[in-house]
């Protein structure tokens, strides 16, 4: 049974990532307020171009959701200088690959290419910062491909609406309540004005940063990144006041209904500080302790022992605003979804009456620090951890020290954060239910 929760999650966030050994590092900025952080790495001919803009499924206009994920596939049209349809064969036919994503908070671009393509690379970003041509034969073709897009991925795919379900019933002022990829009446109905004025107010070069790295000269490239950037003009500042949750204080109860799916699931979520708070981190390692691998404690009693469950998943969503502590469980045979979750819940009252033991959390230690190794360990994703930890964070260094803040925690601190946070009373739970034709 594949792990449906954990992998929409890993689509949504960017997980707390560390290495053992120190990444150096240079930063500045220009006057248009863009920041720049520069990594050397030339071990390998390879070097990465990279932008991350602050803006997310949350930003915007209610009545026009979607249109950051809306922006990461527009913005590949092309550009005054760059032909519609052109930027995505350029990168191939100079060795490169490329991506984009957008989550709640941010949306990401880069580029990877051989090290000698680095002005290139530079280019096609500042073309897509500078002038991109954003006209209404772009808007329509991509509707159409953010149409599909949602049929395949959320849709017409079992459990596909998990984190749509999720979202609307954990918040109910908060624009996390909408989910990521947007309402389709909303991008039918919004005007080519608006599309442009979006743009105007987010994709601005003090609403972003720009990460090089790889097998790069500092000097050089900082020379380069003037060259191709400084021309782009500052935008205003953007100034965000969402509207604070009223905390759970009473258990809620939902259900919903997927046409797609024969096996029902049940889910309990949990409205959390922020990902940047030490009670974010310490609630990591509380999702690890229970799900994490095929040694955790609900995956071994409820899978292995009792038989009683399908896939069984604790997964801590990391977003600026509010984390989302989700437990996801599919039930085998004739197993009640009111038995899974008193399962789960006896685990989650040992947490807090007990701590955790030596033993038990060594193992979380070392499986944190052996994730955040291997997290790291191309360019790539050093060059991600980066751009998040400055834009999301608040904090670059955090690349170094983020592993020993994982350190200082202690059992007590596991213990402490599963009574303050992990009560029946603080979540929503959810019957995930096989919809039939009446419904």
């Known amino acids: ?32 307020g863009l920041h720049v952080i520069m990594h050397q790495d030339n071990t390998a001919p390879v070097v990465i171009t990279s932008v991350m803009y602050d803006v997310g499924g949350k930003d915007g206009d209610r009545a026009r959701t979607g249109f950051a994920h809306f922006f990461e596939h527009l913005l590949f049209e092309g550009s005054e200088n760059i032909g519609r ?47 991109p041509v954003i006209d209404q034969v772009g808007v329509d073709t991509q509707n159409e491909v953010v149409k599909e897009e949602k049929r395949q991925s959320y849709d017409n795919r ?35 004005e608006e599309f442009n004025a979006y743009f105007d107010k987010y994709y601005v070069p003090n ?14 490239t900082k020379k380069l990144v003037q060259d191709y950037f400084s021309a782009v003009k500052k935008g205003p500042d953007v ?41 974010a981190y310490v609630l990591d390692m509380i999702s690890s302790y229970l799900s994490g691998g095929k040694s955790s404690v609900l995956y071994k009693k409820l899978i292995d022992e009792k038989k009683q469950a399908l896939t069984v998943q604790a997964v801590n969503i990391g977003q600026v605003d ?30 807090q009456d007990e701590l955790i033991s030596e033993r038990d959390y060594q193992k979380l230690l070392n499986q944190f620090e052996n994730n955040f190794v291997s997290s790291n360990s191309s360019v790539a994703g050093i060059a991600g951890s980066l ?34 946070y992990l009560s029946p009373n603080q979540r929503v739970e959810i019957e995930y239910l096989p919809k039939k034709d009446d419904q």
């Not at 449906?4 to 248009?32: G, P, R, W």
């Not at 984390?323 to 009252?349: C, H, K, M, Q, R």
């Open 85 to 131: 349809g052109e930027f995505m064969k350029i990168i191939p036919a100079n060795g490169g690959t490329f991506n984009a994503n957008t989550s709640q908070d941010r949306t990401y671009y880069y580029e990877i290419f051989p090290s000698n393509k680095l002005e290139l690379g530079l280019w096609l970003e500042s073309e897509r910062m500078l002038h």
């Open 207 to 220: 609403n972003a940063v720009l990460v090089v790295a790889g097998d790069i000269d500092y000097a050089k």
């Open 1 to 32: 049974m594949k792990n449906y929760l954990l992998a929409l999650a890993s689509l949504l966030f960017i997980s707390h990532q560390a290495i053992a050994q120190k990444v150096e590092f240079e930063e500045f900025d220009l006057d248009n």
């Open 322 to 351: 509010y984390n989302i502590f989700a437990l996801f469980a599919l039930p085998l045979g004739e197993v009640s979804l009111d038995t899974l979750l008193a399962e789960i819940d006896e685990e989650i009252v040992k947490l």
């Open 158 to 192: 079992p459990y596909g609406s998990l984190l749509k379900t999720i979202g609307e019933n954990l918040f109910e002022v908060h624009p996390y309540k909408d989910e990521n990829i947007g309402k389709l009446e909303h991008l039918d109905a919004a005007t080519l």
């Open 239 to 279: 100034v965000r006041n969402f509207p604070k949750e009223t905390p759970i204080s009473e258990t809620k109860k939902a259900k919903a209904y997927d046409k797609n799916i024969q096996i029902p699931a049940i889910i309990a979520a949990y409205r959390l500080p922020g990902q940047s708070t030490k009670d």
């Open 387 to 420: 751009a998040t930890y400055y834009l999301l964070y608040g904090d670059v260094n955090i690349i170094n020290n983020q592993l020993e803040t994982y350190r200082s925690i202690t059992r007590e601190d596991i213990q402490a954060a599963a009574k303050q």
